[in-house]
């Protein structure tokens, strides 16, 4: 039931994009996504509540495809600041408020 | 606000002992959460609590206790601790009873079992 991201690492030189995906194997009611610094607390980014509900934060975006049980995680001109883990946490349909995350995507943004 | 507050930061046990980590929150907070952090496994959800007197099993919930007294406190306890819990334990809040809203984590604590 734990959602599988992709990729595992990256690593970017500050000002390219990236893309994170999620994918679950069940009916999703909702996806997070958290960023985790080296020795810190995750961080809230957002939630998707819809189907093919898309997200903006700052330079960092969001989408939910309902039907296929994935969201993907953009960011775009990266910088220094977005290095960290990043996570996805799935609420199935039914689940009854718990969230199952994702093992993390590694991502590292040189100058 | 203070947020989400965990104490003690670090603890270190011997296998067989007992011991509470404690979480409080103070944005009157309907929902927590505790997860454990292991190296590649990403975060499992141990208990949750939609409200005081509500409490249910997450992924992980074997060989810990938790109580919701009041909305603000969300203690879990280690009944006997073993190695094998040796890990970094996050407690979260969020408002509401669901998880339609920001979940706030704690700074974590981390435990060490010999």
């Known amino acids: 039931q734990q959602p ?8 970017l030189r500050e000002g390219e994009d990236a893309v994170i995906n999620c994918s679950s194997s ?3 009611y909702s996806v997070h996504w958290y960023r985790q610094k080296h020795g810190e607390a995750p961080v809230f980014l957002m939630i998707l509540l819809k189907g093919g509900e898309q997200k903006g934060h700052d330079k960092i975006s969001a989408s939910f495809n309902e039907k296929k049980q994935q969201s993907s995680l953009y960011l775009t001109a990266s910088q220094l600041s977005y290095s960290g883990t990043y996570f996805c946490g799935t609420e199935m349909r039914g689940s009854n408020y718990k969230l199952t995350f994702g093992k993390g995507t590694l991502l590292t943004v040189n100058p | 606000n203070a947020g989400v507050t965990q104490t003690p930061k670090f603890q270190v046990l011997k296998t067989g002992q007992s011991m509470t980590l404690q ?4 944005m009157n907070h309907e929902y927590m959460s505790w997860y454990r952090q292991d190296p590649g496994m990403g975060l499992r959800l141990i208990h ?3 409200g005081a007197g509500i409490t249910d ?16 406190d969300f203690p879990l306890r280690l009944l006997s601790a073993a190695p094998s819990q040796t890990s970094v334990y996050f407690c979260a809040s969020s ?9 706030y984590f704690g700074p974590g604590t981390r435990l060490l079992v010999l």
């Open chain 2, 57 to 72: 099993q997450g992924e992980v919930p074997n060989g810990y206790n938790v109580s919701r007294s009041t909305t603000e």
């Open chain 2, 23 to 26: 979480c409080a929150q103070d």
């Open chain 2, 95 to 103: 408002s509401g009873r669901g998880l339609q809203e920001t979940q």
């Open chain 1, 26 to 28: 069940k009916a999703l």
């Open chain 2, 48 to 50: 949750y609590s939609v």
């Open chain 1, 4 to 11: 599988v991201q992709s990729p595992q690492a990256v690593i």
